[in-house]
């Protein structure tokens, strides 16, 4: 059984993760899609909501399923069973970060291998973040955020 991991904030998921998740589902026997819970990090939805968020989107995907951990990677990859860190990769500035983080996570666990993915060329400069800002200036997000949680998000942003 090949599980493999695919952690981030999803604040909110985008199309971006979704094509990663996709395309990961097709490597990999199952795909967990881990939440990070950041104390430190106030996001524009909780936690909770951005599993609701993930769970929307992938519920047509066998093999993939939504969780939220803290704490260390690498042990959560043990309660898992899990034997393969999946990141994307969008540009150079993240291949800095990710190196140093893989790095660290090899040196934490030898038996855990980072697997990247290069971001597909339509969504390469899609970051949650941005959608956050587009949005909040009443921009469209059609094309980058999943159809079926659009509202959500328009909802969370009126509410602010
Ligand atoms: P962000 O807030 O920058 O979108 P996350 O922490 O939610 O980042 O990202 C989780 C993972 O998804 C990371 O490995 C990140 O590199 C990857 N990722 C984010 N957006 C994209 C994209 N557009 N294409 C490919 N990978 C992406």
Redesign the pocket.
């Known amino acids: 059984m090949r599980r493999a991991v695919?952690?981030?904030?999803?604040?909110p998921?985008?199309?971006?993760?979704l094509?990663?998740i996709k395309r990961a589902s097709k490597i990999f026997d199952e795909v967990i899609v881990a939440v990070?819970i950041n104390p430190d990090k106030k996001g524009l939805f909780t936690i909770e909501e951005r599993v609701e968020l993930i769970k929307k989107v992938i519920k047509d995907i066998e093999n993939v399923r939504v969780e939220s951990f803290h704490g260390l990677l690498v042990n959560y990859m043990k309660q898992r069973e899990a034997q393969v860190i999946?990141?994307?990769?969008?540009a150079v500035a993240?291949f800095e970060y990710?190196l140093q983080m893989a790095l660290m996570n090899k040196k934490l666990d030898p038996e855990v291998e980072t697997v990247f993915?290069?971001?597909?060329a339509k969504?390469?400069?899609?970051?949650?973040?941005s959608i956050k800002q587009v949005v909040t200036f009443g921009g469209c997000i059609d094309e980058l955020v999943p159809d079926e949680i659009i509202p959500d998000i328009m909802g969370k942003i009126s509410e602010k």
Do not use: A, V, W
Not at 6 to 11: E, V
């Open positions: 695919f952690p981030g904030s999803f604040d998921i985008t199309k971006g993760h094509d990663i990070l999946i990141k994307g990769l969008r993240d990710e993915m290069m971001t597909s969504y390469s400069y899609l970051s949650s973040s």
